[in-house]
């Protein structure tokens, strides 16, 4: 069968972009297909891991990248209702597993717009903005895309595509994968504020609170201004409207936990999502591959669900260069499904599902068991870098290496 490298990557979200990079570095021709006009910069994910870091690094993206957010080395665990530490986690343990022994905290549109950016210099990519995909249709040939932009339609025919489209994935419909999980009875609400917590209240840059009664995570960003900013995220209680949840007392009794005089005047932005637990039966269809949201989606808790995407992406990329160049038949493909499903479920469904129940824990002996399991983790060196070694994602890039 002869293969050619001409690549379709719908959505320009951070994993479709890196994907992009990434595939048009090993010599493919790429066209990196999004159905917005502009990337959106609501907040969304801020956490990259060092297992990624060391990703971007290999794109020539680290630099910019980091210089766009913020570093923060460790991350706290809180008990909310009597405001102490429980542990804390120092990533520079990794320090001989990583040349980055900590995270970046970067919005995701910042990293996407910097891919961007990349692309519309390399000439063998090209960048669709404002452009919809109407059909997808495949044969042992390749792929023809129906996209449509402006109002008119054009069909695009590719060798290979990749669906980096998140959640609602129309390339994952249009292969009538099933999304296999289920949503949170409750909601996540965001809300971002001008407010120093690290200054008021101790904290770390990445916190962690648990709470019987309502749990909350509090991690700051640097904002398009580069002035810093924090987001607060709690759960709605199930049932709760968006207007109680935006709410003015509302809000205020939610971040009057942490500090009871809050300046409203300090808050700028609100938002709030369903929260999803779900996994595409399968990553690959033919030659079409789903990565990123299109593939899973989990609760934030960790910040684990971009990582993984990202790592999806560069997978995908590698596998898809070995295939054409004919330095490994075209079975290899069956190796992105078989190490990445099982990964994000080993490694992302189930962290991010026990983070969230280990904040949300009511029964008092249960909580406390899990306050001294973490305290015991964090003071002895060896748990606590396996403990990291898990959390950051690097025990899975090297799992993955091993499954053949």
């Known amino acids: 069968m002869a293969l050619n490298n001409r690549v379709a990557i719908v959505g320009a979200g951070p994993v479709g972009t890196v994907a ?16 917005e006009q502009a990337i959106d910069h ?63 905290q970067t919005e995701q549109h910042k990293l996407a717009e910097l891919g961007i950016r990349r692309l519309q210099k390399m000439s063998q990519a090209t960048v669709h903005m404002g452009t919809r995909v109407t059909d997808i249709a495949q044969d042992d040939a390749g792929v023809r895309l129906t996209i449509e932009c402006d109002g008119q339609s054009e069909v695009l025919e590719c060798d290979w595509l990749i669906g980096c489209d998140g959640g609602r994935s129309t390339v ?47 991690f700051k960003v640097m904002g398009d201004d580069m002035l810093g900013r924090w987001r607060a995220v709690f759960p709605t209680r199930v049932g709760e409207s968006d207007e109680e949840a935006f709410s003015e007392p509302t809000v205020r009794a939610r971040l009057g936990k942490f500090y009871p005089a809050h300046p409203m005047e300090a808050l ?56 054409i160049e004919g330095s490994a038949p075209f079975e290899l493909l069956e190796r992105y499904d078989r190490r990445r499903r099982p990964l994000n479920i080993e490694y992302v469904q189930q962290q991010t599902i026990a983070n969230k129940k280990r904040l949300e824990e009511t029964d008092p002996a249960v909580r406390e068991a899990n306050f001294d399991q973490l305290r015991r983790t964090a003071a002895d060196p060896v748990q606590a870098k396996a403990f990291l070694m898990k959390s950051s994602l690097i025990e899975s890039v090297r799992k993955a290496s091993r499954i053949a």
């Not at 992009?20 to 493919?28: L, S, V």
């Not at 429980?86 to 022994?101: C, G, M, N, S, W």
Request: proline content about 4%; hydrophobic content about 40%.
């Open 20 to 35: 992009a990079i990434a595939c048009a570095r090993r010599g493919m021709q790429v066209h990196l297909i999004e159905a």
């Open 42 to 104: 609501g907040p969304r994910a801020a956490t990259t891991h060092p297992s990624t870091l060391e990703m971007l690094a290999s794109l020539d993206l680290l630099e910019e990248f980091q210089s766009l957010g913020l570093v923060a080395r460790s991350f706290q665990i809180w008990d909310r209702p009597s405001m102490t530490v429980v542990a804390e986690f120092d990533h520079d343990l990794l320090k001989d597993e990583t040349p980055y022994p900590y995270v970046v």
């Open 172 to 218: 994952r419909k249009a292969m009538e994968i099933e999304f296999e999980g289920y949503t949170w009875p409750e909601r996540f609400l965001v809300l971002t504020t001008l407010f120093d917590f690290e200054k008021a209240i101790g904290c770390n840059r990445r916190s962690y609170f648990s709470d019987p009664e309502e749990w909350t995570n509090l």
């Open 268 to 323: 700028v932005h609100r938002n709030i999502y369903h929260v999803h637990q779900r996994v595409a039966k399968s990553f690959r269809k033919g030659r079409v591959f789903l990565a990123g949201d299109a593939a899973h989606v989990n609760n934030p808790i960790g910040g684990l669900g971009l990582n993984c995407g990202i790592h999806d992406a560069m997978d995908l990329a590698d596998t898809l260069q070995q295939v």
